[in-house]
């Protein structure tokens, strides 16, 4: 069997690189998390853990809140707050008030989220808010070596983006000392500690105070460039590997600038880096500021951790996945690792699978270690829909337990009116009559869910009726709706005595 890119990624660094093994990450805490960024801890999470496995070795995990980035954008989860938020436009996150109350700042309201989430998928990080390394100095060594060989940086940055830049680029970026804008401000001069700035950009959001003035990179107030922001904490954290979506590793993308900046500046080895596609709605790339698609908080309201991790880790790394988390889409999504499940227990050779169920075996074992459920999540649904009793949940699907795993998730998708409309029903039966009369008379108690479901098609059959006409007809008698969850499961779930009472 193939290994999975977890594990080919996890031997690489062993093969490789040497000790100690760091693995980083990082992203901008801009927004709500979404499931693109959930795949920026997840991804290398996962690998970490494959490296401890695989070498026996520890493995640290850096997961670096860029929170130095500016506000560029009221998120539309903040739209309440717009007027609040607007006067901070340009402003470093770290500098934006939560204006919740709950945490020191902007940036670290939706990094708490983060943490929060990294608790719940099982992921061990050193989170490291960067303003903090860049307040403390330790990245002051960097922002000197930059801005004193500015010219080869300017080279490298021009040469690997593909693109010129303006006279006036500087490998950092101050903060105004009147407004306090990083997006607005640009360097006029400096001798490789001090620097003139002054704040006069127009960046479409906002606009610069017209301030002028003189710092020294040891008040720490500036930061550097992205494409040499990024290539600095690879160095300050001694990074064996980091992965980034596919933009960033295309021609001219910033790990082009990365790698020259290794090799070039800092004389040393490359880290190794890899490259994942993108999460998409309908489409179009997640969004933390767009509010496109579903943010992780909710999804694990309706899934548990472990299928959404199985969503995320069975494609290939580079393909794109669009997730649209329609009740349908979900439940596809659900049945498919069920199956999964269903392949880990009946314990065959892997190499003797299709390489699809192959697939599907590998993203179940790195999605968890034990089966939480067994019961079916649509019979647990219908079965709560015609008892309304847990208890009674579970004696009829055989798995208590796991129908007291599956509880909170059911109960937030009917609370959400999430469920399918198949399964939007209230029993309300009627008399029978004509053919299906006669379908309810012959129905043995005897039958399980699969036997109704062919006496009930074998019937029709026998009387020359359509069995989609047959179903829309006992659909009608029993829910009064046309359509339903499927014949069997539901006469069977109703208990055939009990519907036989009511309609004959």
Not at 397 to 422: C, N
Request: aromatic share 12%; hydrophobic share 35%.
């Amino acid at each position: 069997m193939i290994p999975h890119w977890t594990e080919q990624l996890a031997r690489r660094a062993i093969e490789e690189k040497t000790e100690p093994y760091v693995i980083s990450a990082g992203i901008t805490t801009s927004g709500p998390a979404h499931l693109g960024t959930l795949c920026e801890f997840l991804f290398p999470g996962t690998i970490r853990k494959e490296i401890i496995k695989l070498s026996g070795k520890q493995c640290k995990f850096y997961f670096f809140a860029d929170i130095y980035d500016a506000f560029d954008s009221v998120p539309v989860s903040m739209q309440q707050y717009e007027a609040q938020l607007n006067p901070y436009l340009g402003k470093p996150l770290c500098d934006v008030p939560d204006p919740t109350g709950k945490t020191k700042s902007f940036g670290d309201y939706f990094l708490d989220e983060v943490r929060g989430l990294m608790k719940k998928f099982g992921i061990e990080a050193e989170i490291v808010r960067i303003n903090e390394w860049y307040a403390d100095g330790r990245i002051d060594k960097y922002i000197k070596y930059f801005l004193e060989n500015e010219a080869q940086a300017r080279e490298i940055m021009e040469r690997t983006s593909g693109k010129q830049q303006s006279k006036d680029w500087s490998a950092i970026m101050p903060v105004c000392a009147n407004c306090g804008k990083i997006a607005t401000t640009r360097v006029l001069s400096h001798d490789g500690e001090n620097y003139e700035y002054i704040c006069d950009r127009d960046v479409k959001y906002t606009k610069g105070c017209g301030y002028k003035g003189k710092n020294s990179i040891y008040d720490h107030k500036c930061k550097l460039v992205w494409r040499m922001h990024w290539p600095m904490w690879h160095d300050l954290a001694g990074t064996t590997l980091e992965g980034a979506g596919v933009d960033h590793f295309t021609k001219g993308g910033s790990h082009d600038t990365l790698e020259a900046v290794f090799k070039e500046m800092f004389k040393k080895p490359v880290p190794i880096g890899y490259k994942y596609g993108f999460i998409l709605f309908e489409g179009k790339k997640y969004s933390k500021s767009k509010g496109i698609g579903m943010g992780v908080s909710d999804m694990i309201t309706l899934l548990p951790v472990e299928l959404i991790k199985y969503i995320l880790l069975k494609p290939d790394l580079q393909e794109n996945i669009d997730i649209n988390p329609t009740s349908e889409n979900l439940l596809k999504a659900i049945e498919d690792f069920q199956g999964a499940a269903v392949i880990a227990a009946d314990g065959k050779n892997p190499d003797e699978l299709p390489r699809q169920d192959q697939k599907r075996l590998q993203a179940y074992l790195i999605s968890t270690d034990k089966r939480n459920w067994k019961a079916q999540f649509l019979d647990v649904l219908l079965y709560y829909q015609v008892y309304g009793d847990w208890n009674e949940v579970g004696r009829m699907t055989g798995d208590p337990s796991g129908v007291e795993y599956l509880k909170p998730f059911v109960l937030e998708w009917i609370a959400r009116e999430f469920i399918p409309e198949d399964y939007r029903f209230k029993y309300q039966p009627k008399k029978a009559d004509g053919s299906v009369r006669g379908m309810f008379e012959s129905l043995d108690a005897k039958l399980d869910a699969l036997g109704i479901h062919n006496a009930v098609f074998e019937y029709a059959k026998a009387n020359g009726v359509e069995p989609k006409e047959m179903f829309k007809m006992i659909y009608s008698t029993l829910i009064g709706k046309e359509k339903g969850p499927r014949i069997g499961k539901l006469v069977f779930a109703l208990g055939v005595e009990r519907v036989k009472k009511d309609v004959l």
